[in-house]
T-cell receptor, first 116, second 113 residues
Framework: AQSVAQPEDQVNVAEGNPLTVKCTYS??????LFWYVQYPNRGLQFLLK??????LVKGSYGFEAEFNKSQTSFHLKKPSALVSDSALYFC??????????????FGTGTRLTVIP | SAVISQKPSRDICQRGTSLTIQCQVD?????MFWYRQQPGQSLTLIAT?????????ESGFVIDKFPISRPNLTFSTLTVSNMSPEDSSIYLC??????????FGPGTRLTVT
């Protein structure tokens, strides 16, 4: 089945340290991958996407993600974490159907806590 | 990106009643989506609503329970009918703007008692 997986429910990191939020995918064909962030009591915000091209994708708020085809991964990274980065992060893959329709399928989410 | 607003932002409803959630976008968009996020869970697509056609529902969701209207390119409603406590969730409206990029409204937090 086509999907994405986020193996960690919770990630804790000290402020100023680099952070990584993991995502692996399982799709047929070329994957269209996305990261979203959800702050408390707010909707989802788009961070970045990988469609094609450079494996290192830069997004909003200093985040970046690295597409690794051999490891089927799309981990989210930031060189120096801020307390304000504490939020719920979702990896997603766009699924294409034989009908021509397509939709986003979301991972289960990873709660990032940055400790001052 | 498009600015998406939802009304109401939250509501507490009694079981057996219905609630209509409104989604307004500040620009014309072809594809709109409705998602549900149950407490502590990820997002699940309820249906895709394109203007001028019937909404397309995902497996496990039916029109009688979640009727959707899409009268124009900037507006849509989702009704949660005959509610039960299991319908307590955050309901999110989403639009596809740039190719393959989706943006989300702030959500409607529904509690059914």
């Amino acid at each position: 089945a086509q999907s994405v997986a986020q193996p960690e429910d919770q990630v804790n990191v000290a402020e100023g340290n680099p952070l990584t939020v993991k995502c692996t995918y399982s799709v047929s064909g070329n994957p269209y991958l996305f990261w979203y962030v959800q702050y408390p009591n707010r909707g989802l915000q788009f961070l970045l996407k990988y469609i094609t091209g450079d494996n290192l994708v830069k997004g909003s708020y200093g985040f970046e993600a690295e597409f690794n085809k051999s490891q089927t991964s799309f981990h989210l990274k930031k060189p120096s974490a801020l307390v304000s980065d504490s939020a719920l992060y979702f990896c997603a893959v766009r699924l294409f159907h034989q009908t021509g329709a397509n939709n986003l399928f979301f991972g289960t989410g990873t709660r990032l806590t940055v400790i001052p | 990106s498009a600015v998406i607003s939802q009304k109401p932002s939250r509501d507490i409803c009694q079981r057996g009643t219905s609630l209509t959630i409104q989604c307004q976008v500040d620009s014309q968009v072809t594809m709109m989506f409705w998602y549900r996020q149950q407490p502590g869970q990820s997002l699940t697509l309820i249906a895709t609503a394109n203007q001028g056609s019937e909404a397309t529902y995902e497996s496990g969701f039916v029109i009688d329970k979640f009727p959707i209207s899409r009268p124009n390119l900037t507006f849509s409603t989702l009704t949660v009918s005959n509610m039960s406590p299991e319908d307590s969730s955050i309901y999110l409206c989403s639009v596809q703007e740039k190719p393959y990029e989706q943006y989300f409204g702030p959500g409607t937090r529904l509690t059914v008692t």
